[in-house]
């Protein structure tokens, strides 16, 4: 019997930190801005931070959420004019 481990959506693949982004990576969590900041590979990173392969994927997921909700709170006009 063979088991397939198949990964589901992957909503953050080819995302980039845009140097228009500096002013909301700031309103971020530490933690979150340093990883959303640093370059390298997974294994690398997680070193760099000393936390798991696992804790550091979690961080960089819920970093990237939080900066897209960002990118859509700044972006959409007030409504109120």
Do not use: C, W
């Amino acid at each position: 019997m063979t088991i397939s481990l198949m990964r589901g959506p992957q909503p953050f693949r080819g995302f980039r930190v845009l140097p228009s982004d500096d002013a909301l990576i700031a309103k971020l969590k530490p933690e979150y801005q340093a990883v959303l900041r640093a370059t390298g590979t997974y294994a690398q990173l997680a070193r760099q931070f000393k936390v798991s392969d696992g804790t550091l994927r979690n961080r960089l997921h819920r970093a990237r959420a939080a900066l897209v909700a960002l990118r859509q709170r700044y972006s959409m006009p007030s409504g109120g004019s």
